[in-house]
């Protein structure tokens, strides 16, 4: 039992350093194919860093341990808002774009909503129990395909305003060894994060939903913190708001979409407050855009962000 609790947190670093690993080697095989760097980042870097929650979620559900498939989601939803924006608000004053305002976060609070109204079985049609089913996993990857569609749209018009980061080239063999060690961290990062989050649930007495909520929605919301508190610190404002709202998206439209399609997944009452907290975190973030300094997050902003995920932490652990 004690490994387990130690290879739960070893698991943590191999799902992060498995996703970078697979990241740089395969943009390094598509820069060599002639995909231009704004493709790479679109693709193989957008779906990378949501590579942690998708293998989570997909030994979870194969596992049947759905409740931590849901919470892992809807956790890191709400600390993507309220901690990671409010962490990176209190580094610099994050100014958003029009574009990121006016569609990007509507389309992550349509993305909860849709969530919010197939996580509602029982109210809508009187069923006995509620499910995200197979044919739910299907409309959200199409939800998900008009979101890709809408991103190349968007950067193909920006291309000339914007320079991506071109991908660093590494021989055949070195980038093939990190797709495989990538892939391989991936595989049993999840695992053991998945066993050890089952474990903790039953040795406490805790509900699996509290430590999807909590421990694995933190902890594979890590490449999204570091990536935005560092694109703060070095005041790329823009990369710090669309990394986290890209990522709310992916969750729900693309990662919930897959796991649902591998194994529906049964949605307990209990999880429809954190729905609506994650409803909640959304509507806060594009208010606060017209409150004070019209378009920015300012750091005391980012202070009552932090302060309302203290809140409901506490009230998680309160629930158990």
């Not at 194919?33 to 030994?59: H, R």
């Not at 080239?169 to 991936?186: N, Q």
Request: with cysteine; charged share 10%; glycine share 8%.
């Amino acid at each position: 039992m004690i490994l387990t609790y130690i290879l739960f947190f070893i698991g943590f670093l191999f799902l992060i350093k498995g996703a970078d690993l697979l990241v740089d080697g395969a943009s390094s095989v598509a820069k060599k194919f002639g995909i231009s760097a704004l493709v790479i980042g679109l693709t193989i870097v957008a779906f990378g860093t949501s590579m942690p929650e998708l293998i989570v979620n997909i030994f979870a559900s194969i596992q049947g341990n759905t409740d931590i498939a849901i919470g892992n989601i809807l956790g890191s939803n709400t600390a993507n808002i309220l901690l990671i924006l409010g962490i990176s608000s209190l580094i610099y004053p994050l100014a958003v774009k029009k574009g990121t305002t006016w569609k990007e976060i509507p389309f992550s609070f349509l993305a909860v909503i849709v969530l919010a109204i197939m996580a509602n079985d029982m109210f809508f049609d009187k069923a006995n129990y509620s499910a995200i089913t197979r044919i739910d996993g299907f409309i959200l990857l199409s939800f998900f395909v008009i979101f890709m569609y809408y991103i190349f749209g968007i950067s193909k018009t920006s291309a000339n305003e914007t320079q991506e980061q071109e991908p660093k080239i590494y021989s055949s063999l070195k980038s093939t060894l990190m797709i495989i060690l990538g892939l391989i961290g991936l595989t049993l990062g999840g695992k053991w994060i998945v066993d050890g989050a089952v474990a903790f649930a039953s040795s406490f007495g805790v509900s699996q939903a509290l430590i999807g909520l909590t421990i694995v929605a933190v902890g594979t919301s890590l490449p999204e913190l570091a990536t935005s508190a560092v694109a703060a610190y070095k005041k790329n404002v823009d990369i710090a708001v669309g990394n986290v709202v890209g990522s709310n998206i992916f969750n729900i439209f693309w990662i919930l979409g897959v796991s649902a399609i591998i194994k529906p997944l049964p949605f307990s009452n209990t999880l429809m407050i954190d729905v609506f907290m994650t409803v909640f975190a959304t509507t806060i973030l594009f208010a606060f855009l017209f409150i004070g300094k019209k378009h920015i997050l300012e750091r005391w902003q980012g202070v009552c962000f932090i302060v309302f995920y203290i809140i409901y932490i506490i009230y998680l652990i309160f629930r158990g």
